[in-house]
């Protein structure tokens, strides 16, 4: 395949404007002939008609423009006259454009003098329904005070043969002259960019399908996507070939004008692009320019969950799009990126509330229908999740967390990673960035480690950037402050009723303003701003980026602070963040029959052999019949023995219910409204309604530790455990706030799935001739679990026996010992006969190991995620599985011995960084293994008695090879001494060794 050069690209140029919606009406226009492609015309007001009612084009006779009696000699921008509008004559230089096609191209300007604000340029069609734009800020002004007005626009695709009129207009009747008015139609003309393109090859049938799709969703108002929209396409980036299959993406159609359309591209098979498997592209004007990627980089420095996001020029059938911005989409590869577990992520469905939009557009009137009430909480990732066990049970805690966060149940901290909720919010203020807070728009990710939710921060800004650092555009005054609101935004009211919640925010609020820390931030991403800015100008000459938004911003924040601290304590000491909810009204005949089957939900309550039971939630204002099932959308394949009618929904939040019983295999749910005869379907969810409370939640509500059985004495927050030898059979829960301290001689046996689980430090205070023993002497103890622990635990001199996992009721851990978000030093500590995943499992903590010993696992000895650590003089003996396995850790080993792994001796995974001396791995599957850009620094050590010395692999494509670097290693008696992937490589006593092996990953996995 000939390469392309890298170096010449063009790109598009284009200020896209939404359309306003007016009832604006023209009192005088003059009428033209056809508008031809490529041809500019002009007028100065210099050149009146015959009859003086009109203006003469400058360089096209044939032109006229209204209003002759407006012109003036008072002012002018250039020659002796302008056009003066007054409110006796508001609308000026009118001129009306026939027969203008689809997607053409205009740019139009024009000069003004007068205050502030006060005179405008509109484009409009004759309707002023499918285009409306309007613009009174002046991209440009000279010495004489005049300043330029302009508007770049693309015709919409479903114009023909249409009326275009461009005008200027004095808004409230104040003197405004105009002058020296340009209309342009032309082609895009972009500008080269040396930056590596992404490259988007379809064949002619899929982009047509994209045509249509584009038509349709601009005579609907809104896109309104389908699984059937996906088409398959080839990527071309970094001189790389891809797999693709892409679909239009963007709900509003500023994704879809011109022909910078916006896309949702899933890459197949093994491939990637920036190390993403599913991402989308848009123009930077969609989002905000580079306040977008702002928000992002601040979002990730403070490690709130974000999506990876930024910039590339675009070329699509050989012709340049100009620079889009790219941006991540809500994949298991956005947690993993920032160092969490798989787990589901989460969302309101969107489909009825846009179908109001589309209602709304259609009828000129807007349905009140309850979009929030009847939204399904539903997983990304539908069909993997629900087919997946482990996933599939996650999603269904979360789906009550999501469920209790949308009725507002219980409080924001049983819910919540609060902190981290708090932090969001907070920066948020700071950011402006709030796009991504209406409620059809938020996403979170359910954290199956501590049972609770992250909020996602994404989509931040829209095309109207306009900033207010008042009080005023503070999220929580502007909600509080009122006291009636709807549905979806009682939420807010929900969390800043709770002073936990409050708090923390204000906090946070204090941190992020501070002068030091908004300096601090953009002092670390200066440079990237500065480039990103650079691309951005190219194409958009007149974006300019404020580089004191942050400072303006904190500022801001840090002189209403005081107020809003003392508003928020009033309000909260006085319980008085109460609002009235305004009802909703769906009883309009007009709009309801368009929206049936978007307004009744159904759900997979239970299912066996030979039936299954469906809940049926109507939302819907009419009274509905009932009348069968299929497996496909088009027809009923068991229908009812008798019609089940459900009554029509007045209110509550979840609507009217009804069960019925069906047949296996059913995804259709088929009824009618009564007094209709037509067919409406809705699909069954394969879920259950979610409702009750979570695992975690019933742990925590069943936490006693005053009356519990291990506890002796509490003195000032400090627990101390009972010593001597103490059986548990029940769930020994800590909350947050306490410090624990085992003492010697303390031997407690787990029996029946006792556990104990700990939210505060832990003190294990054993001897070497009088150590702390946990077992679990008939094998079903359910773990010793320290969750975010808010001070560094210490261990010592403690054996950990014959212990199982945190397993209830499907909140599911994996290590017989866990610390996450616990910093942690252990010394002589034990691990024997532990019968799960792992014997000790670390997760996004900082540790010491040293002088213990792991002996006769079931599964991994020591598995640590997104940790950094040290593991000193630790033996490891008959593992069932890895006896050392790290994911996206940093990590020294050192003065360490591994005798007998089923599996790996040590193992880095998941651009992990491992330095490995003085080491002896024997009797392993592998001795050591690096795989998706790991490394692994080795000295002083040996591997003997190895089905496989060395293993290096690419096991997940968003990663890459892996590599390793081993000096003074000794390998011997190993079958195969070293196993390298293309790709990877291995350096040697100062010798690179590339991997020149395929697929070596399916070897093992």
């Known amino acids: 395949m000939k390469k392309l050069n890298p170096v010449m690209r063009f790109f598009a140029k284009i200020i896209l404007v939404l359309p306003l919606l007016t009832g604006l009406m023209f009192t005088c226009s003059c009428n033209q002939g056809n508008a031809s492609r490529n041809q500019k015309m002009s007028c100065g007001a210099e050149k009146l008609s015959k009859d003086k009612t009109s203006f003469l084009a400058d360089n096209h006779q044939g032109y006229l423009f209204s209003s002759g009696i407006t012109q003036t000699n008072h002012e002018a921008h250039s020659g002796n006259f302008s056009v003066l509008a007054t409110k006796k004559h508001p609308y000026v230089f009118s001129i009306t454009l026939k027969n203008i096609g689809p997607d053409q191209y205009?740019?139009?300007?024009?000069?003004?003098?007068?205050?502030?604000?006060?005179?405008?340029?509109?484009?409009?069609?004759?309707?002023?329904?499918?285009?409306?734009?309007?613009?009174?800020?002046?991209?440009?002004?000279?010495a004489k005070g005049w300043e330029k007005l302009e508007i770049d626009f693309f015709t919409p695709p479903n114009f023909a043969a249409e009326e275009l009129k461009i005008y200027c207009w004095s808004i409230h009747g104040d003197s405004v002259y105009f002058d020296d008015l340009t209309i342009v139609n032309t082609e895009k003309k972009y500008p080269v960019y040396k930056e590596d393109p992404l490259i988007v090859v379809l064949?002619?049938?899929?982009?047509?399908?994209?045509?249509?799709?584009?038509?349709?969703?601009?005579?609907?108002?809104?896109?309104?996507?389908?699984?059937?929209?996906?088409?398959?396409?080839?990527?071309?980036?970094?001189?790389?070939?891809?797999?693709?299959?892409?679909?239009?993406?963007?709900?509003?159609?500023?994704?879809?004008?011109g022909d910078k359309w916006s896309f949702r591209i899933k890459m197949r098979k093994n491939y990637v692009w920036k190390r993403?498997?599913?991402?989308?592209?848009?123009?930077?004007?969609?989002?905000?320019?580079?306040?977008?990627?702002?928000?992002?980089?601040?979002?990730?420095?403070?490690?709130?969950?974000t999506t990876r996001y930024g910039f590339t020029p675009l070329i699509m059938g050989n012709k340049s799009k100009g620079l889009y911005a790219w941006?991540?989409?809500?994949?298991?590869?956005?947690?993993?990126?920032?160092?969490?577990?798989?787990?589901?992520?989460?969302?309101?469905?969107?489909?009825?509330?846009?179908?109001?939009?589309?209602?709304?557009?259609?009828?000129?009137?807007?349905?009140d229908f309850p979009a929030y009430n009847c939204s399904v909480i539903e997983p990304f990732s539908q069909n993997k999740t629900v087919k997946n066990r482990v996933l599939y049970r996650e999603f269904l805690i979360g789906a009550q967390l999501m469920n209790q966060y949308k009725y507002n149940i219980g409080k924001p901290a049983d819910i919540f990673d609060l902190p981290r909720l708090a932090k969001y919010y907070a920066m948020l203020d700071i950011t402006h960035a709030r796009h991504g807070m209406a409620w059809h728009n938020q996403r979170f990710y359910y954290n199956p480690v501590i049972c609770k939710l992250e909020p996602i921060a994404?989509?931040?800004?829209?095309?109207?950037?306009?900033?207010?650092?008042?009080?005023?555009?503070?999220?929580?005054?502007?909600?509080?402050?009122?006291?009636?609101?709807?549905?979806?935004?009682?939420?807010?009211?929900?969390?800043?009723?709770?002073?936990?919640?409050?708090?923390?925010?204000?906090?946070?609020?204090?941190?992020?303003?501070?002068?030091?820390?908004?300096d601090s931030m953009k002092n670390l991403f200066k440079k990237d701003a500065v480039y990103y800015d650079s691309l951005i100008r190219l194409e958009f000459p007149l974006e300019r980026f404020d580089t004191g938004f942050l400072t303006k911003s904190a500022r801001g924040v840090r002189e209403y602070l005081p107020k809003l601290e003392d508003f928020l304590k009033t309000q909260i000491a006085g319980n008085s963040l109460h609002a009235h909810i305004i009802p909703e009204d769906n009883t309009d005949s007009v709009t309801l029959f368009k929206a049936p089957s978007f307004y009744v939900t159904a759900y997979l309550e239970s299912s066996n052999p030979d039936s299954i039971v469906i809940e049926v939630h109507n939302f819907f204002g009419k009274k509905i019949k009932l009348l069968g099932t299929g497996s496909k959308k088009r027809y009923i394949q068991t229908f009812f023995t008798k019609p089940v009618f459900v009554a029509p929904y007045k209110k509550g939040n979840h609507g009217v219910v009804k069960r019925v019983v069906s047949e296996p295999g059913s995804s259709f749910l088929f009824f009618q409204v009564e007094g209709t005869e037509e067919l409406y379907t809705a699909f069954i969810n394969p879920w259950p309604y979610p409702k009750g409370i979570t695992p975690q939640q019933e742990l925590a509500a069943k936490a006693s530790i005053k009356n519990a059985m291990l506890v002796d004495t509490i003195i000032n927050h400090k627990i101390y455990i009972k010593k001597g030898n103490t059986t548990l059979n029940s769930k020994f829960v800590i909350p947050k706030g306490y410090q624990v301290f085992f003492e010697p001689g303390t031997h407690i046996d787990l029996v029946s799935k006792a556990l104990i689980l700990s939210y505060s430090p832990v003190f294990i205070n054993g001897t070497g001739n009088n150590p702390v023993i946990i077992s679990s002497s008939d094998g079903t103890g359910n773990g010793f679990t320290v969750l975010q622990a808010n001070k560094r635990s210490k261990i010592e001199y403690v054996k950990f026996e014959k212990m199982n996992t945190l397993n209830y009721k499907g909140w599911t851990l994996s290590g017989s010992v866990t610390f996450y978000e616990?910093?942690?030093?252990?010394?002589?500590?034990?691990?024997?006969?532990?019968?799960?995943?792992?014997?000790?499992?670390?997760?996004?903590?900082?540790?010491?190991?040293r002088n213990s010993r792991f002996s006769n696992t079931w599964g991994d000895a020591f598995d640590s995620d997104f940790s950094r650590g040290l593991v000193d003089s630790v033996l490891f003996t008959n593992i069932g599985n890895d006896a050392i396995d790290f994911s996206g850790s940093r990590i020294k080993i050192t003065n360490s011995t591994i005798n007998g792994a089923k599996d790996k001796g040590v193992s880095g995974g998941e651009d992990s960084h491992l330095m490995v001396e003085n080491t002896s791995i024997s009797n392993a599957n592998i001795g050591l293994a690096s795989k998706d850009l790991s490394t692994l620094d080795v000295t002083d050590s040996k591997i003997k008695n190895c089905q496989y010395g060395l293993v290096l692999l690419q096991k997940k494509p968003e990663y890459g090879p892996a590599s390793m670097k081993l000096n003074k290693v000794t390998i011997q008696k190993s079958k195969v001494r070293m196993l390298i992937e293309k790709g990877s490589k291995v350096i040697f006593n100062g010798k690179t060794i590339k991997g020149d092996k395929k697929k070596v990953a399916e070897m093992f996995y």
């Open 327 to 367: 941006e991540e989409h809500f994949t298991k590869q956005l947690v993993e990126y920032r160092q969490r577990r798989e787990g589901p992520i989460l969302k309101f469905s969107e489909e009825a509330f846009w179908q109001i939009q589309r209602i709304a557009k259609e009828t000129c009137r807007w349905p």
């Open 276 to 305: 993403l498997r599913v991402f989308s592209i848009q123009t930077p004007f969609a989002r905000g320019f580079l306040y977008e990627w702002y928000s992002h980089v601040l979002y990730s420095s403070q490690d709130i969950l």
């Open 106 to 142: 205009y740019k139009v300007s024009v000069w003004k003098k007068s205050s502030p604000d006060k005179g405008a340029l509109v484009v409009s069609d004759k309707t002023a329904k499918r285009l409306y734009l309007i613009t009174n800020k002046p991209k440009t002004k000279d």
């Open 822 to 849: 616990s910093d942690v030093d252990i010394n002589h500590a034990e691990f024997n006969n532990n019968g799960c995943e792992d014997a000790l499992n670390i997760v996004r903590s900082d540790f010491n190991l």
């Open 458 to 518: 994404y989509d931040g800004f829209t095309d109207h950037l306009s900033f207010d650092f008042t009080i005023n555009d503070n999220m929580a005054w502007q909600v509080l402050s009122g006291k009636k609101t709807i549905p979806e935004n009682y939420n807010f009211y929900y969390l800043f009723e709770d002073s936990t919640f409050v708090t923390l925010y204000l906090n946070y609020l204090k941190k992020f303003s501070r002068a030091g820390f908004t």
């Open 203 to 257: 064949d002619t049938s899929n982009y047509k399908k994209f045509i249509t799709k584009r038509i349709k969703a601009f005579n609907a108002g809104v896109l309104q996507t389908e699984q059937s929209d996906w088409v398959k396409g080839i990527l071309f980036s970094n001189n790389k070939m891809m797999k693709a299959k892409l679909r239009l993406k963007g709900d509003w159609l500023d994704h879809l004008v």
